[in-house]
């Protein structure tokens, strides 16, 4: 990665931890990570653990950087965003990471005339394993691009999507989709107490087994999903047995309708958020 540009973090929380530990450990200098954020308690915090330049005005740390991180709560994006508006003219990259905002609604707080990356991660980008969704504005150059999927790819996986609306079917795919995993993980725990097992035991063996099939998807490659489920579904035995009544409820369209509120409600979200006050 590029070295040379400073990388600032607007609102420098959980999220904002997750990219700078992950941007540091790749390699990424910290002299050219800056950081600022409403909290002097935090701010000490980071710079503690990474020796980073902190800031407590965000136009100030704006002014100082190439490419700013807003990873503030969405609620407060847009007077974040008003408060830096003046240095849109300096080809400063923002890279948006606030759940729902649209790209159009930054530019508008933020000037019109600003490069935009939208970036929709998740929640396992806290421990390198997440799975991000971006999507660039047409004001984003080939380099600028290439720099935001470093920054992101530093905390797991990402993948460009040309239609900004396709960030709301990632929310609703890898953006909400660890809830579902542990809801998953929930229930078996729970089915597994009623055949018998002590609550712990069930708990540990849920989660182990949703780690080791989780690897194995993700370490067989050339090997899908379905061909992992078939190699060990024995005709007649108790993996069929599971699976049949699985799919005597409609297992795959109770996933596609949970998917399909996600994705409409991430719509209505991203609608309402984008309104100024
Ligand atoms: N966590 C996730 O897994 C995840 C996943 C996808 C997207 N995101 C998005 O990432 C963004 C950050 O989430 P997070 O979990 O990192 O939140 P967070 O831990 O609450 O961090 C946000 C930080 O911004 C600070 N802040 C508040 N007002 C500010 C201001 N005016 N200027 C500068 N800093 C300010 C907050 O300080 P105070 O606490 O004092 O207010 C806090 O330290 C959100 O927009 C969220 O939608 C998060």
């Known amino acids: 990665m590029n070295n040379n540009n400073t990388i600032g973090f607007i609102g420098a929380g959980n999220m904002a931890y997750a990219l700078i530990s992950g941007l540091i450990e790749g390699g990424y200098s910290p002299n050219n ?21 902190v800031f407590t005005d965000n136009l100030k740390l704006a002014s100082a950087c190439d490419v700013i991180v807003l990873a503030v709560k969405p609620q407060i994006l847009s007077s974040v965003c008003k408060e830096i508006a003046s240095i849109t003219e300096h080809n400063t990259l923002f890279i948006s990471i606030a759940a729902g905002i649209r790209s159009v609604d930054i530019n508008r707080w933020l000037g019109g005339k600003a490069s935009i990356v ?3 991660p998740n929640t396992p980008a806290l421990l390198g394993k997440g799975a991000s969704g971006v999507y660039a504005n047409e004001l984003v150059s080939e380099k600028q691009r290439n720099l935001s999927k470093k920054i992101l790819d530093s905390v797991g996986i990402s993948f460009w999507v040309d239609d900004e609306l396709m960030l709301d079917a990632v ?22 107490v ?20 989780s690897m194995m998807a993700s370490n067989s490659e050339g090997t899908t999903p379905q061909q992992l489920r078939a190699n ?21 369209m109770i996933v596609s309708h949970a998917m399909r509120a996600a994705f409409e409600r991430a719509r209505v979200i991203g609608s309402e958020l984008g309104e100024d006050e």
């Open 33 to 53: 990570i800056k950081a600022s954020d409403a909290s002097k308690d935090v701010l000490s915090l980071r710079n503690n653990q990474f020796n980073l330049e």
């Open 194 to 213: 009623a055949l018998g097992l002590d609550n712990d035991t069930a708990q540990l063996l849920s989660i182990q087994t949703a780690l080791g099939a």
């Open 232 to 252: 060990v579904t024995s005709p007649n035995g108790t993996t069929q047995a599971a699976i049949n009544s699985f799919q005597d409820q409609n297992f795959e």
């Open 171 to 192: 929310t609703a795919l890898s953006g909400s989709g660890p809830a579902y995993f542990f809801l998953m993980v929930e229930s078996m725990a729970k089915a597994g």
């Open 118 to 120: 939208r970036a929709m």
